[in-house]
């Protein structure tokens, strides 16, 4: 479709979303639909809950925050339950300021940003629509019209609340155009906008020497103040600042306990009671959700300070820590590498993942439970199966440490590094062993890393090497398995054969000779083995196996290769295994003879094919794996 053509569809649908009436006109609208009345808070909670929910695993994950935030589940379930929820609900947390605390690059800029974005469309929905007193500087609620004594009995028959006061704008102006006939006043419907100042108000601190409290409330006119002749004159006021146009909607403070103590005490009116103090008028009503964030010792040292005891009550702290799951943490890297310009470099598959394992291994604590190492507790945090350990031992280890994820190595730092590799060898494509050398070389330049961290990572470093060896060489196995598909299906045909017996406590026929004999209890743990089946544990997942081919007996499909993710890996390796000379000789050999050649021009091929891989490192891969092999 033509690029203008799709302009002019998206201004032509704000035309037709446009809506101007009397006030008389929207207390009818309102009569049919009270949506539009409801509070900041609300239509926060709402524009959230319009994009789904989802119940995993006892808790609530919200589909608005999942294509930005990754593996924050639990904190983002806590933050939308506790504050907006209740808040959306009236209770009392929606006079608090929400104030997200939590290490840098963790997510919390992201999470305003989201929020600010989503309350803009959601306000060109017809649940999202807003409605304000048309020429107001504050786009204010149409509803402060009606008189304080009017409103319990009129709130009880429009099923609304009524809360807040005229702005001193829309009190004069009620007078001077409308001559006090409240029902001629007119109402307009407002899109809420970042960039037209419309419903989002964003206040950075910067040197409080030259920055002015009118940021916030607004401030005289000099222009026309000689025309009116009163500073308490509206006309003679600018009703422009952070605070007056977040009004309808949200006010983000960044670095918020960074800034003056004067800007804050504004906070201390406006969260409790709902107004706030502006130039030489009576308070100014506001109903707007205040979002700041900060990091830990920002905020550690700002409740320290006696001082500020006022506003500790008025905060609600939601802490928003580092992602702990090694898949999520593969995502966060994707996307970032995706808004930068290293789009076009290919970047080998398990490189964002050895980055990954390396990342969470910095942020989590040791835990007390027995036999349980970090890197144990790392795969159960990212849903991996431990044997030994249970979703129990998983929930005592989340609730271990409160502070666990507030430290370690943050995504910028690892996005920071590969762009440094990938620049430094001008190549087109970069792998795991890139990567992983890249974040050990920048450890010395990192400047809040201490000498024992240091070492420590260095450590890390190492385990996310091991694991990615561990991953480079199931690549090849599989590559290789599938190069000898019919060997692999055969072990496979005859483990089936020998549980089957052995669950039957029958013989089984040998192929060659036809004769009678026991199961091969050698060939079946040889392969059970492979995936750290016990020897207690043989029976059951045998037995497993059986009613897993009688279920699909029943339903009319066949049992293959398949069909059992850890059987089918148990098979992989044990064919790999004995094939580890074959694969070591064909991997390491740097004249291989015609054989030799075929086999690996098919493992690339597949590697290519199936895995993601680009010819320069597939051959990488290939090379790496046969040095393993060999060492």
């Known amino acids: 479709m033509d690029i203008f053509k799709r302009i002019s569809d998206y201004q032509a649908e704000s035309e037709k979303l446009a809506w101007t009436g009397s006030f008389k006109e929207y207390i009818e609208l309102l009569r049919k639909d009270p949506t539009p009345a409801m509070t900041a808070h609300s239509r926060v909670y709402e524009m959230i809950e319009s994009y789904g929910v989802e119940e995993v695993g006892g808790h609530k994950q919200y589909k608005f925050f999942s294509q930005e935030i990754f593996g924050l589940d639990r904190a983002v379930e806590k933050l939308v339950e506790e504050y907006f929820h209740s808040a959306a609900r009236r209770l009392d947390v929606r006079k608090r300021i929400l104030l997200l605390m939590g290490p840098v690059s963790g997510g919390k800029s992201t999470i305003v940003t989201m929020l600010k974005k989503g309350l803009e469309r959601f306000s060109r929905t017809q649940r999202g629509a807003v409605y304000a007193v048309k020429g107001c500087p504050m786009h204010e609620d149409p509803l402060h019209l009606i008189p304080q004594e009017l409103r319990p009995e009129i709130e009880k028959e429009l099923g609304v609340r009524i809360e807040g006061n005229l702005c001193p704008s829309c009190q004069m102006r009620l007078q001077t155009d409308y001559h006090g006939n409240i029902e001629n006043v007119l109402v307009e419907r407002v899109f809420i906008s970042e960039d037209n100042r419309v419903g989002i108000g964003t206040f950075s601190p910067s040197d409080p020497k030259s920055q002015d409290i009118a940021d916030l409330t607004g401030s005289i006119d000099f222009s026309t103040i000689t025309e009116y002749g009163s500073e308490s004159d509206p006309r003679a006021y600018r009703f422009d600042g952070e605070l007056n146009k977040a009004n309808r909607g949200l006010m983000e403070f960044q670095e918020m306990l960074k800034c003056d103590e004067k800007f804050l005490w504004n906070l201390l009116s406006l969260t409790q009671e709902g107004n706030f103090k502006a130039g030489r008028f009576a308070l100014i009503s506001a109903d707007e959700l205040i979002i700041a964030h900060t990091n830990e010792s920002e905020y550690k040292s700002f409740i320290s300070n006696k001082k500020n005891e006022a506003l500790h009550s008025r905060m609600i702290v939601m802490p928003v820590p580092y992602n702990l799951k090694v898949s999520e943490e593969e995502k966060i890297y994707s996307k970032l590498i995706a808004q930068s310009d290293m789009r076009h470099i290919h970047i080998a598959p398990h490189a964002l993942r050895a980055a990954a394992i390396f990342s969470i291994l910095t942020r989590l604590k040791e835990t007390k439970k027995q036999g349980m190492d970090l ?106 398995v599938y190069s000898y598909e019919e060997s692999a299906r055969t072990l496979f045909e005859n483990y089936l054969d020998n549980i089957e017996s052995y669950c039957n406590w029958s013989k089984i026929k040998d192929p060659l000779t036809g004769e009678e004999m026991d199961p091969d209890e050698r060939l079946m743990r040889s392969i059970e083995e492979q995936i750290g089946v016990s020897e207690n544990a043989k029976k059951a997942f045998r037995e497993e196996i059986l009613i897993r081919i009688s279920s699909y007996s029943r339903k009319g499909k066949k049992f293959d290769f398949t069909s059992h993710e850890r059987l089918r890996e148990a098979v992989e390796k044990k064919l790999f295994a004995d094939l580890k000379d074959v694969v070591k000789i064909t991997t390491s050999t740097k004249t291989p003879d015609e054989s030799q050649l075929k086999r690996i021009n098919e493992v690339t091929k597949r590697l290519i094919d199936e895995h993601c891989y680009c010819p320069n490192c597939s051959n990488e891969l290939l090379r790496y794996v046969g040095s393993l092999l060999n060492r």
Not at 427 to 436: G, K, R, S
């Open 375 to 480: 890197v144990k507790k790392m795969r159960m945090y990212d849903g991996e199966e431990v044997e030994g350990f249970k979703e129990a031992d998983l929930k005592e280890m989340q609730n271990e440490y409160l502070e666990e994820g507030m430290t370690g190595i943050d995504p910028r730092y690892v996005i920071n590094r590969i762009s440094s590799a990938l620049i430094k060898r001008d190549t087109q494509c970069i792998n795991a062993l890139d990567v992983l050398r890249a974040l050990k070389d920048g450890l010395d330049q990192h400047p809040s890393i201490s000498k024992e961290e240091r070492e420590r990572y260095l450590n890390f470093i190492s385990v996310a090497r091991k694991e990615y060896d561990t991953l480079a060489k199931k690549e090849i196995q599989k590559a290789f």
